[in-house]
């Protein structure tokens, strides 16, 4: 049985490296294709060098892996008052109203141009969120009459989890995601 890394795509193992590593793939193709039929060398290298624009721009827009690294660990070691503040502080530099509560199944209410966002992230220390939170996440969307759900976690969420959060209305915020919504995080 093939191990989760033999089901990952070019395009997501492309997307963990550096830019340039798309534009190598990219040349190496293109001198195979050359060698093999001249006329599609371009077509079968273009893909690779439009990637390589794409991930350059990610990577200098965003976080470098070690500057995302240094932050989730930062995140990891906070306590809990001082991670709902930048939460806090994260949403509302974002335009919105922010609320925490003292619910079960969510930390903060969100409200934004009318519509409601229900906000988790009681279990943003470990390793990996399960389905279970984002069950009481989704049944707390019904009840509070929210537009979506969000759960972060400092870790990363479960294939259940994965699978349980497609198609309904929750969005899973974990790694460079959840660095750059909280931004820079204050020197200890």
């Known amino acids: 049985m093939a191990g989760p890394a033999a089901r990952e795509s070019l395009f997501t193992l492309l997307s963990r490296q550096p830019w340039w590593v798309s534009i190598l793939v990219g040349m190496a193709l293109f001198a195979i294709a050359q060698w093999i039929f001249p006329p599609v060398a371009p077509f079968v290298a ?7 624009l794409y991930f350059g721009w990610k990577q200098f827009g965003g976080l470098s892996h070690e500057q995302t690294a240094e932050r989730l ?9 001082e991670f709902a503040g930048l939460v806090t502080a994260a949403y509302r530099k974002r335009g919105y109203e922010v ?3 003292r619910s079960s199944a969510f930390d903060f ?15 943003w220390k470990v390793n990996q969120v399960g389905v279970g939170p984002l069950k009481e996440l989704y ?15 400092a870790g ?19 790694g460079a995601e959840l660095a750059k919504l909280l931004g820079r995080l204050p020197k200890r």
Not at 46 to 52: D, H, I, N, S, Y
Not at 73 to 81: K, L, N, S, T
Not at 143 to 150: K, L, M
């Open 99 to 101: 609320e925490a509560t």
């Open 46 to 52: 273009l893909p690779f060098f439009a990637l390589a």
């Open 139 to 153: 049944e707390a969307l019904d009840i509070q009459e929210a537009y979506n759900g969000v759960c972060l976690a």
């Open 109 to 123: 209410r969100l409200k934004q141009q009318g519509r409601i966002t229900l906000v988790q992230c009681r279990r």
């Open 73 to 81: 660990g930062a995140v990891r070691a906070m306590a809990w008052e």
């Open 156 to 174: 990363g969420f479960s294939d259940a989890a994965r699978q349980f959060a497609a198609g309904k209305p929750l969005s899973l915020l974990e």
